[in-house]
């Protein structure tokens, strides 16, 4: 029972094992970019939302804040022009229920006012329907006549005019709702305006009047459509220059970051590979060494035919040690100490001493030197480059071709590029991509570490490299070197 339990349970770690191995690493660019967007549109709604209620509120208000001005002058200048004494208003003389209660007032200079009050009311612009109500929430008249007289009871926002006393209260609605007050005699197009606007006493205590307005404003609904529009385009353009923006800002960072990552990796893999290779290659310089001396005894003694086996041996040896010795070279920590230096003499001198097997490969060089401006880089390490080049592009053309150099001193980003391009056997895309990877290598009996060191040196004094290759077609690798300052002078200096 206990095997079966320590069985399960070792299962059960495989299995998290196997789901930890499989895990995908997080991505921040893909979940910025879902979260973001989320959370800036989000805001960038709540926000067109809240300005365009503003918007909508502050523009209603407004229009009747003016409507409610222009009702109370009006109400006044009729009272003053009925000869009424001024302890009494408008709101006081609208109600015919209530002519007996006034006994200062004849009923002519009574009805002589109420009756231009109440055309002025019918005649104001973009009115759908005007009613006046008193107290008792009688209708005591409108501009449509079938509700005069009706008592409106289930109307809460006229009951929280009366009971409020505000000098207006305006909203705004949609159109045809189904309420007995709001039988219009011209249906609205699209939405209305109701104001509700309170007419007092004398002493501004008691609501003697509601008049209650109905307006579809179309200048104003026009003037909120276009701020509308305008809030929303504003909106979008705002909340996607935000997010586009953080968007390239954190995807150069996420691009940073995994490069970072990747040059980690591959310092932690060099690293690994360095103190691993070290070891090997320390211990193998000795009986390499030993190999090779006891071998050059045995060659003096040895008959004919053991001379032949004994240089195989002495080959081979030569061949390790030369793996060791570019083993060790390409493991080694490089100097971060930068020179000027001049690229065109050194190609001319890597040419020179590969002369003698350029020859023998029965290869062409087609370069043609010229003054170029010097770069940053190492005399010793720039050396180590060509020289790793040119024996790539010669081993490529054991029967013979061309190799072409070439320089282009502006390059598309300032710096100065040079070209080496052969017409060997060239490699397959796979191998292309594989290229620069340690210890990958093309060539019987090659160790893969020429090029890693070339692209490590190049991207250590701000260069690159690059290779563009084809199966029977050659080819070319690119190096693009950076300009030392005052690289004209240097260029005159390096043509002499």
Known sequence: MQMVERKASTSRKQAGGERT???????????????????IASVAVGLGIITTRFLVNES????????AQFIHALGAAEVRHADIPNLRTMGELLDSRQD???????????????????????NLP?????????PDHVIIW???????????????????????????????????????EQRFPRAPEFLFIENYIPLFDADEKSVMAMVEIYKEPKDLIVRIERGFVLIWIATAFGGGLIYFGLFWIVRRAAGLLASQQRQ????????????????????????????????ELAQE?????????????????????????DLLQSLRPLNDASEVVNLTATVQDSLHAYGLQIKRSNVQIEYDPQPVPPVVSQQVQLTQIINSLLANALEAMPTGGVLKIEFEPESASGNLRMSLTDTGKGMTRQQQQMVFKPFFTTKQGGLGVGLVLVKRIMERFGGSVSLSSGEEEGTRVTLDFRIAEGGEHGAQHSGR
Do not use: C
């Not at 409106?152 to 409020?164: T, V």
């Open 301 to 325: 003694v040895a008959g004919e035919p053991a001379r032949k086996n004994i240089d195989d041996i002495i080959g081979q040896v030569d061949r390790m040690s030369k793996w060791v010795r």
């Open 21 to 39: 191995e499989t895990r995908r690493p997080f991505n921040l660019l893909r979940w910025f970019s879902l979260v973001s967007l989320g959370i």
């Open 264 to 295: 980690l990796i591959a310092n932690e893999t060099f690293v690994a590979m360095g103190e691993m290779s070290s070891a090997v290659a320390h211990s193998l310089r000795n009986p390499l060494a030993s190999i090779r001396s006891s071998a």
């Open 60 to 67: 209603v208000e407004r229009d009747g804040l003016l409507t």
């Open 142 to 180: 409108s501009t449509n006549p079938e509700l005069i007289g009706e008592r409106i009871d289930d109307d809460p926002g006229l009951e929280r005019a009366f009971r409020m006393k505000e000098r207006v209260s305006a909203s705004y609605h949609k159109a045809f709702e189904d309420r007995e």
């Open 126 to 134: 973009d009115v759908l329907l005007a009613n006046i109500y008193a």
């Open 100 to 122: 007996q209660s006034f006994p200062g007032v004849t009923p002519e200079a009574r009805a002589r006012a109420r009756s231009e009050f109440l055309d002025h009311i019918a």
